[in-house]
């Protein structure tokens, strides 16, 4: 590994954690918000008006919600970790979803593979 990918390492991990801090600190009502701001400027975005297929992932407890509502006319693509494998599931809606590793939200294990393609992550 050189050092200049190194250094960036270093830093990626010192924002994260930062905003891991940050987003500890926040009252409830302000991540819903925060999750209401993305999907407004998601919604703004052509790229994914344009998007048939959209993959996402289910937050951990400190990270805004931003699958709420649900994305309409879209294909959606979620990960699921089984023992140490990723793979990628075409989901319905939230009631294809159920707690997973460390709680997060994952589709069940009867969702359809999906191929790991997708026009907006």
């Not at 023992?83 to 990628?88: D, P, S, V």
């Not at 707690?99 to 994952?106: M, S, T």
């Amino acid at each position: 590994m050189n050092a200049a990918f190194s250094m960036i390492a270093e830093q990626k991990q010192s924002l994260r954690g930062r905003a891991r801090g940050l987003l500890a600190e926040m009252p409830p009502v302000r991540s819903r918000l925060a999750g209401v701001s993305i999907l407004g400027h998601m919604a703004l975005w052509l790229e994914w008006h344009r998007a048939q297929t959209v993959c996402l992932f289910s937050p951990v407890s400190d990270e805004p919600e931003f699958r709420n509502p649900w994305p309409d006319g879209k294909n959606v693509l979620m990960p699921r970790v089984a023992e140490k494998e990723l793979r990628i599931h075409a989901v319905a809606g939230p009631s294809d979803l159920a707690p997973g590793k460390f709680g997060i939200l994952q589709p069940l294990p009867n969702t359809p593979s999906a191929p790991e393609a997708a026009d907006f992550i």
